[in-house]
Structure formats: C-alpha cells, structure tokens
C-alpha cells in the first residue's frame, strides 16, 4: 500500500524561509518522480516543482523559480523543498505527489498517488 506524507507546514511571516518535507513509501517495482503542488483557497491546484527519480533533473514553476528548491533521496522515496523568501501569495496547501514514471510533469493528473497536503500561511 502507497503512502505519502507531506510535513512541515505551519505560520511563517513574510521574507522568511520554510522546508517542507515528503516520505513516499510502498512504491515498489518501478522508478518514481515526484513532485510539489499547492492549492490555495477558491483556486485551482497548481504545479510548484518536480524532480525526475534520480534526481538529476527538476523544474520549477515561473512563480517560485529562484525562491524555492526541490531535491530528493531516491532511495527512501524522500523529498523536500526549500521555500525562501516567502510571500503572502505561496500561502496555501502544499501536496506531495508520485508518478510512476522515471520523469517528472508539472501536470496534476500524471500523478498516482498523494498526501494529504500540509497547510503553509505566510502572514504580511
């Protein structure tokens, strides 16, 4: 049985800095990218940053590139990403997502398997 969980989340004020951190276990038989979404109150789910199974490659999305970073252990499935510089606009629900597939995509429905997300506020 596959479960994610997501930590981390909790009330930050503006400038600072959050990390947050995702454990994947019982993925088996195969390679699995892994990624970071978000979704905040009456909007859509939307891609943060992904990585690829072995993490050599990762991207970002527009809105956080240069502000947040994603890396990985592969072998424990283990992923986190470090948040910099935080505005009240990253406040929302962080999920941790897989893929059973070795790359990543920055597309919600390629994902299998998710946490249950994990709440980050950022205050002005």
């Known amino acids: 049985q596959v479960r994610v969980v997501e930590s981390g989340g909790r009330l930050v004020q503006a400038g600072g800095s959050l990390r947050l951190s995702c454990l994947a276990s019982?993925?088996?038989?195969?390679?699995?990218?892994m990624g970071w979404f978000r979704q905040a109150p009456g909007k859509d789910r939307e891609f943060v940053a992904a990585i690829d199974w072995n993490g050599g490659y990762s991207g970002t999305a527009d809105s956080v590139k240069g502000r947040f970073t994603i890396s990985r252990d592969k072998v424990r499935n283990a992923m986190s990403l470090q948040m910099n510089s935080l505005t009240p606009e990253d406040t929302a629900i962080y999920y941790c997502?897989?893929?059973?597939?070795?790359?990543?995509?920055?597309?919600?429905?390629?994902?299998?398997?998710w946490g249950q997300g994990t709440q980050v506020t950022v205050s002005s």
């Open positions: 997502a897989a893929r059973g597939a070795p790359m990543y995509s920055s597309g919600p429905g390629d994902y299998a398997y």
């Open positions: 019982g993925l088996t038989g195969g390679t699995y990218a």
